[in-house]
C-alpha cells in the first residue's frame, strides 16, 4: 500500500467523523483536512501530505513561474498556476492533485471563481524536495501518465538539473524529451519556442 510522503498527524475522529483508511479518501475527506501549513493530495485514493517546502524549492518555484509565465503572458498560450491550487484528475486519478506549477491552455483555464480545476492540464512541474521525491517520481509520475497530461518536468535543486519528459504516442509511458544541467538550456514540446537556462532556475552558490 502506498503510504504518506510525510508521517500524518490527524485526530482519529473530526467534527465526529473517523478519517478513512488509506486507498479510500475522497476529495469531501481531503475538504476535511486542517489549514496547518502543509500540502495535502490525494493519488487514487491514498492521502500524501508534505512539509513546508525549503528555501531552494521555493526560489526554483519563483524562476519558473518567471521564466515560463512570461512567455505564456506574452504569447497568450493560457495561464500558469503555482501550488496550492487543487487539480482534479479524471476517473478520480488524483483528488485531488497539488503541482508546484501546472500550464493550462486558454480554451480549458478555469474562470474566475472556480475552487478547482477538473480536467487534464497540458504541462504539470515538480520541484523535488528530500521528502517528497521518492512521490514526484512514482505514485505522482504515473497518475500524471494515466491522466494523459502531454509532459511533466522534474526539477531537481539537490542536483541542480531539470528533467523533461514527453507522454509517448501510445499514453503508456513518458520518454525524455529533454534533460539540462548548469550552462545548459532545457526546452519544451508544450511551449514550443521556449528555452530555459537551467542556472537560472537555482540560487546562486
Not at 467534527?15 to 501549513?37: F, I, M, N, S
Not at 501510445?170 to 514550443?192: I, K, M, N
Amino acid at each position: 500500500m502506498a503510504q504518506p510522503a510525510y508521517p500524518l498527524d490527524l485526530p482519529e475522529e473530526q467534527d465526529g467523523e473517523r478519517w478513512p483508511a488509506q486507498g479510500e479518501w475522497t476529495y469531501e475527506d481531503y475538504a476535511r483536512l486542517p489549514d496547518d501549513g502543509r500540502r495535502y493530495e490525494v493519488i487514487r485514493g491514498h492521502l500524501y501530505v508534505s512539509p513546508a517546502p525549503t528555501y531552494e524549492h521555493q526560489y526554483a518555484i519563483a524562476q519558473l513561474s518567471r521564466l515560463l509565465g512570461n512567455f505564456i503572458f506574452e504569447n497568450e498560450l493560457g495561464v500558469l498556476l503555482p501550488a496550492p491550487f487543487d487539480v482534479k484528475l479524471p476517473d478520480r486519478i488524483a483528488d485531488p492533485v497539488q503541482p508546484d506549477l501546472v500550464f493550462i491552455r486558454t480554451e480549458n483555464q478555469p474562470r474566475s471563481g472556480d475552487a478547482n480545476f477538473a480536467g487534464v492540464p497540458d504541462l504539470a512541474i515538480e520541484v523535488l524536495s528530500p521528502s517528497t521525491r521518492h512521490v514526484d517520481r512514482g505514485a505522482k509520475k504515473e497518475a500524471y501518465r494515466d491522466a494523459s497530461i502531454p509532459e511533466y518536468w522534474l526539477v531537481d535543486p539537490r542536483t541542480r538539473t531539470i528533467e523533461i519528459y514527453r507522454l509517448n504516442e501510445s499514453g503508456d509511458r513518458y520518454a525524455e524529451l529533454d534533460r539540462g544541467g548548469v550552462g545548459q538550456t532545457v526546452g519544451s514540446a508544450c511551449l514550443a519556442g521556449l528555452r530555459v537556462p537551467v542556472e537560472m532556475v537555482f540560487p546562486p552558490k
